[in-house]
């Protein structure tokens, strides 16, 4: 019993953490860039031994991902979006 709850909360904590470390490498990729110039996100060792984490996380907790696009089309659906592809674009319509 003690256990399985001990495994639950370090469950719960790696969650937490992912979604910290996945904030934070967004907002640093949203303030330096991604590749492209010699001070962009993944040019720094440090950053892109954060991403290869975020990234293999996310990867190994693909249900964390599975329910961020099912929030994502919820809240797609529910405010009365249609989907429309035209010629390889996909163009949402409110």
Not at 25 to 34: D, P
Request: with cysteine.
């Amino acid at each position: 019993m003690l256990r399985c709850s001990v495994l639950c909360l370090q469950e719960q904590i790696e969650y937490v953490f992912l979604v910290i470390f996945t904030l934070e490498s967004i907002i640093k990729i949203i303030a330096y860039g991604f590749v492209l110039h010699p001070y962009a996100y993944l040019r720094s060792g440090w950053n892109f031994l954060d991403f290869t984490i975020v990234v293999v996380g996310s990867v190994s907790h693909s249900s964390l991902i599975t329910v961020a696009v099912a929030a994502w089309s919820a809240c797609i659906i529910s405010c009365g979006c249609t989907q429309v592809s035209q010629k390889n674009k996909t163009i949402f319509t409110f």
